[in-house]
RNA sequence: GGGGCUGUAGCUCAGUUGGUUAGAGUGCCGGUCUGUCACACCGGAGGUCGCGGGUUCGAGUCCCGUCAGCCCCGCCA
């Protein structure tokens, strides 16, 4: 038995990949080499392309491990077989018998693994004919994809194509190194309902009607975050999952309504437990895609990723960092810089050496990104040969300009007011400066950890859960919970990889009294926290151990890690902006005596203008 | 819910200021071809210009609406 190397697009390192014979065949197209010369085979697969000489006909064929040229002629082919294979379209299903043999020198193709040799097919079977493809598997040099409309309407075809399938065998391999590390690590993996109790915040649920409780409804889980708790107080001390969550929100390229979380949680760990295990899992992960991952990896407090990022998940690949000038401009003579400063607010700003070569337009592109993240302007100046210029650059004195550390050709960006408004309007235009200016990487792989969250946040007077209302106060800062709740930490930290959030985590709490304290200052009345929570209150006065966890995206990962564009290119089956499956056709209109059982009826949606109810297939008359 | 981009042959795209019969490449069909690998060459078929309405002597092109896909805002504890 001869050992090959594995040809699989993805096989990036030494993953040993199983024969794939069968009954109906001896081996998968794509392992062949030189020195499998002389061997007699038989191989199935797709038709990926035909070179028809007349004579001589040549067929790509395909499989998922690989191409392989099939060469028919008069010479070694059954006469049959030769003239079927003169009719062989694309995507057709063959077999093919006959000997491997070396190409002729000067005929051998470098650009392809098996491209020194060929297979002289000697019979042909076709296994199952294929109409023209809607969409073209094959994809010649410079060829556009597809419109992802026709991608998702005909998936089966595209997920035939080298690239997907490559996506999806790492994702299998990641998957398969997750189950496997953590098993090592002594976690049991356990099952949680789909079927669960609707979360009273967060995300909209997804709902499904319960047919024998006539008004009352599932929710499709958000995450199994209160199951893991509770699996936490039941004694099973390390547990992982990898579950599939639901969340009823609109769309984006980084957001699926449906997505796969890696999910664990243990008992009797601090933070540092759960780190070091991501950071391990990450280390193996990184390996099988080939990418780099160092642990440990570098971690920053919350309040400091805002202060020098003004994001909670900075994109570390630069190293551009914000900087306090409130001192340097606090005593400059404009009203927008004063105000801001006696309204208690800062001046922050990014100083860019070589930036005043933007153009006007350039430097206005980077104010509208800042504008979009909600402030209400930016304040730039260029510092040139003769003083300055910009809107900024009137207000400034020489003394400014030496404050700023200004050199000539800089370009100062700067943002005045409270950090809520000007961290994140500073992230964006941080991300604007750094595209406009093509500015270098200072590493290809930026890991990080963002720690101690702030436990509340407050908006329109209302007190919200930044992360959820489980995570454990920071012990330091407990004492403040009942006065001044806006001021503690969370145990929570969120893992960030090239300015992506892959994952988030906390410490639980454990202690009811605390957990009941945490809901009322969310609003919540007693009788609301024993109806939506007593479930969870009345396991932790159980006896729950301390715990904490983490939830990690898978889906995210293997997108960054492939560096691919969208979610929907490292998911099967996904579903377009609309949340519709265009290839299967869901969601799909239902029978009304389907709806009686379910004590459901459907309303017809108020129509504009002056246009009677929508058209619905339902019941034929 | 809001904003933007796109929609022309099976696929990828062009289509000028509104003006004769809407084009190209590829795929498809037929033919020639014994070392191709984007095979080559010859010939052919193929169109609800997303859909509906309007303006106009005349609309792929202009206007209004609508549908779909994508990107973004809101939303996503």
Do not use: C
């Given at each position: 038995m001869s050992s090959r190397?594995?040809?699989?697009?993805?096989?990036?390192?030494?993953?040993?990949?199983?024969?794939?014979?069968?009954?109906?065949?001896?081996?998968?197209?794509?392992?062949?080499?030189?020195?499998?010369?002389?061997?007699?085979?038989?191989?199935?697969?797709?038709?990926?392309?035909?070179?028809?000489?007349g004579g001589l006909l040549f067929v790509d064929l395909r499989d998922r491990s690989g191409l392989l040229q099939v060469s028919f002629g008069p010479d070694w082919t059954e006469a049959g077989g030769l003239e079927s294979a003169h009719g062989l379209g694309a995507e057709d299903v063959i077999r093919i018998t006959g000997e491997l043999r070396l190409r002729p020198e000067e005929a051998r193709n470098p650009e392809l693994p098996t491209?020194?040799?060929?297979?002289?097919?000697?019979?042909?079977?076709?296994?199952?004919?294929?109409?023209?493809?809607?969409?073209?598997?094959?994809?010649?040099?410079?060829?556009?994809?597809?419109?992802?409309?026709?991608?998702?309407?005909?998936?089966?075809?595209?997920?035939?194509?080298?690239?997907?399938?490559?996506?999806?065998?790492?994702?299998?391999?990641?998957?398969?190194?997750?189950?496997?590390?953590?098993?090592?690590?002594?976690?049991?993996?356990?099952?949680?309902?789909m079927l669960t109790k609707r979360t009273p915040e967060g995300a909209r649920d997804y709902l499904v009607p319960s047919r024998v409780h006539p008004g009352e409804f599932y929710a499709l889980p958000q995450s199994p975050q209160i199951y893991k708790q509770i699996l936490m107080t039941a004694g099973f001390d390390r547990y992982i999952q990898i579950a599939r969550c639901f969340r009823d929100e609109d769309l984006r390229a980084d957001r699926q309504p449906e997505f796969t979380q890696i999910d664990l949680e243990a008992s009797f760990v601090g933070p540092d437990d759960i780190l070091e295990w991501v950071e391990g899992l990450m280390a193996e992960m990184a390996e099988i895609a080939g990418i780099e991952a160092a642990p440990p990896f570098h971690r920053l407090s919350w309040a400091e990723a805002m202060d020098r990022y003004g994001s909670d998940r900075p994109d570390l690949r630069w190293e551009l960092e914000i900087r306090d000038w409130t001192r340097v401009l606090g005593t400059a003579d404009s009203a927008i810089l004063r105000g801001a400063v006696e309204g208690g607010g800062r001046i922050r700003g990014l100083r860019l050496p070589g930036g005043a070569s933007l153009s006007r337009r350039q430097v206005e592109e980077i104010e509208?990104?800042?504008?979009?993240?909600?402030?209400?302007?930016l304040l730039w100046a260029k510092r040139t040969a003769d003083g300055g210029s910009g809107p900024l650059a009137r207000w400034l004195e020489e003394s400014h300009w030496t404050g700023l550390e200004a050199a000539e050709g800089d370009l100062f960006l700067v943002a005045a007011g409270a950090d809520r408004i000007t961290s994140p309007a500073l992230s964006a235009t941080r991300e604007a400066a750094i595209r406009l200016l093509e500015l270098p990487k200072v590493r290809?792989?930026?890991?990080?950890?963002?720690?101690?969250?702030?436990?509340?946040?407050?908006?329109?007077?209302?007190?919200?859960?930044?992360?959820?209302?489980?995570?454990?106060?920071?012990?330091?800062?407990?004492?403040?919970?009942?006065?001044?709740?806006?001021?503690?930490?969370?145990?929570?930290?969120?893992?960030?990889?090239?300015?992506?959030?892959?994952?988030?985590?906390?410490?639980?709490?454990?202690?009811?009294?605390?957990?009941?304290?945490?809901?009322?200052?969310?609003?919540?009345?007693?009788?609301?926290?024993?109806?939506?929570?007593?479930?969870?209150?009345?396991?932790?006065?159980?006896?729950?151990?301390p715990h904490g966890g983490i939830a990690l995206g898978m889906d995210r990962i293997v997108k960054d890690f492939l560096a691919a564009p969208s979610l929907r290119d490292v998911i099967a089956f996904p579903k377009t902006?609309?949340?519709?499956a265009l290839f299967e056709g869901a969601p799909s209109p239902v029978e009304s005596d389907e709806l009686m059982e379910l004590h459901l009826e459907r309303r017809e949606k108020s129509a504009k203008g002056n246009n009677t109810s929508s058209p619905e297939p339902e019941s034929p008359a």
């Open positions: 190397t594995p040809t699989s697009p993805a096989a990036s390192s030494a993953h040993p990949t199983p024969s794939l014979a069968t009954r109906l065949r001896t081996d998968a197209v794509g392992v062949f080499r030189g020195e499998d010369a002389g061997r007699e085979v038989t191989l199935t697969g797709w038709v990926h392309r035909r070179r028809d000489l491209g020194d040799v060929e297979l002289q097919a000697r019979t042909l079977t076709l296994l199952n004919s294929a109409e023209t493809p809607a969409i073209p598997v094959y994809r010649g040099p410079g060829d556009e994809l597809p419109a992802e409309e026709l991608r998702l309407r005909y998936r089966h075809l595209d997920l035939r194509r080298a690239e997907l399938q490559r996506n999806l065998l790492l994702r299998h391999r990641l998957i398969l190194a997750t189950r496997n590390y953590f098993h090592g690590l002594g976690f049991l993996e356990v099952e949680t309902p509208a990104a800042a504008k979009a993240a909600g402030a209400p302007g290809e792989h930026a890991w990080l950890w963002v720690l101690d969250f702030p436990l509340f946040e407050e908006e329109d007077g209302e007190m919200w859960a930044n992360h959820h209302p489980f995570v454990l106060p920071h012990p330091d800062d407990a004492d403040r919970l009942q006065d001044d709740p806006l001021s503690v930490r969370g145990i929570a930290y969120d893992l960030v990889y090239n300015g992506s959030e892959l994952g988030s985590g906390s410490l639980r709490i454990h202690d009811p009294a605390v957990q009941r304290q945490v809901l009322r200052i969310l609003g919540l009345d007693d009788g609301e926290i024993d109806r939506k929570f007593g479930f969870l209150l009345e396991a932790l006065a159980s006896g729950a151990p902006t609309a949340a519709r």
